[in-house]
């Protein structure tokens, strides 16, 4: 009768079972510290053809002990040489253009919105530059009529007098019925305030544009039967100061008013020596409004007689006037030797804005 295997069958040392153990089983290292069920290479002497053969199965199970470590297999170790995977790479994605045509995406811009972008860029660069160029030049409409007003305002230092004053003014067709006249130089008053120069009402009127300069010459005509004093009153005003006593003298026609007549200028040992305001007969009163300048003029007798009823020049030029001055010509006298004084002023500061008559 076969031995029975149970459960509390005794077991034999290690010696016996290595004894024991069937041939071709692999043998137990020493480290292995727990039973493991090994391969066993079929003996065919081992087996019977009912079983398996009992003491050879017992030798063959390896006692219990401490379980032996684990190592990892080699072939899974980082360190393991491996062969490298092969490189994969994507294509870039595609997109379709306005014709449903593929085209990589984040690829090059159209030409219409590249030109587009680059007629932006210098359009707003030509503009800039063109706006700071002017700035930088000061080439405005504004700054250039600012310009011209400021430099008709130092003209009375600047320009000789021969040239404001000309030692011989001609005036074609200045007389009365278009007859021609010409005037001489016979005095210049020295260049100054305003102080003494006019009326006490006529300086009061005139008094806010301020006196920067006044220059004064007095002529005589071909016969020297007439003088006139004509003046150049440079003001302190800027353009809206001198627009708004304009305005005034043409709205309340202060210019007609006989108690606004200027003053003359006598000059001693001259035909002008006897010209006082008694003797003035015919003025007229300019206010310049493109340059910060009054221009006057106001004549009378060379004899040296009084005049009682004065006579604007406006009027006295009009045809069918038949006062005393109006008659003598002292309004033609008076006109148009102002006219073409103011005319050789301007032609300092460029073309006129206001034709004289």
Do not use: N
């Not at 510290?33 to 079983?51: N, S």
């Not at 026609?253 to 200028?265: I, Q, S, W």
């Amino acid at each position: 009768m076969a031995p029975t295997v149970g459960r509390d069958a005794p077991r034999g040392d290690g010696a016996a079972q290595a004894t024991s153990r069937r041939p071709g089983a692999p043998a137990q290292t020493p480290t292995e510290t727990t039973a493991r069920l090994r391969p066993i290479l079929a003996a065919p002497h081992a087996e019977t053809a009912v079983g398996t053969d009992v003491p050879a199965l017992r030798a063959a199970v390896p006692p219990p002990g401490p379980a032996a470590p684990r190592t990892p297999d080699p072939a899974l170790s980082w360190s393991t040489p491996y062969e490298a995977r092969p490189r994969v790479s994507f294509g870039e994605p595609e997109g379709y253009d306005g014709l449903a045509r593929p085209r990589p995406l984040g690829g090059r811009p159209r030409p219409q919105v590249v030109a587009a972008a680059v007629c932006l860029v210098l359009g707003v660069g030509l503009l800039t530059g063109a706006v700071t160029g002017s700035w930088l030049a000061g080439d405005s409409g504004d700054d250039g009529a600012r310009s011209a007003y400021t430099e008709a305002g130092d003209l009375w230092h600047s320009v000789p007098v021969d040239q404001l004053f000309p030692p011989t003014v001609q005036g074609k067709g200045a007389g009365p019925g278009g007859a021609d006249r010409t005037w001489t130089r016979v005095a210049v008053a020295p260049d100054g305030d305003c102080a003494g120069a006019f009326d006490r009402l006529l300086a009061k009127v005139l008094d806010p544009v301020g006196c920067a300069r006044l220059l004064r010459a007095t002529y005589t005509d071909a016969t020297q039967s007439h003088v006139t004093t004509v003046g150049l009153l440079f003001t302190k005003a800027d353009a809206a100061a001198m627009t708004s006593l304009a305005g005034r003298f043409e709205k309340e026609g202060l210019g007609r008013r006989d108690d606004l007549m200027p003053l003359p200028y006598q000059a001693k040992d001259t035909v002008a020596e006897g010209f006082g305001a008694p003797q003035r007969g015919s003025w007229t009163v300019s206010v310049l409004t493109d340059a910060p300048v009054v221009v006057y003029a106001v004549s009378g007798w060379a004899d040296g007689r009084a005049v009682d009823e004065p006579e604007p020049a406006e009027e006295a030029i009009e045809s069918g006037a038949a006062s005393a001055p109006a008659q003598a010509g002292l309004g033609h006298e008076a006109k148009g030797l102002a006219d073409r004084v103011e005319r050789a002023l301007r032609r300092h500061v460029g073309a006129p804005t206001e034709q004289p008559s």
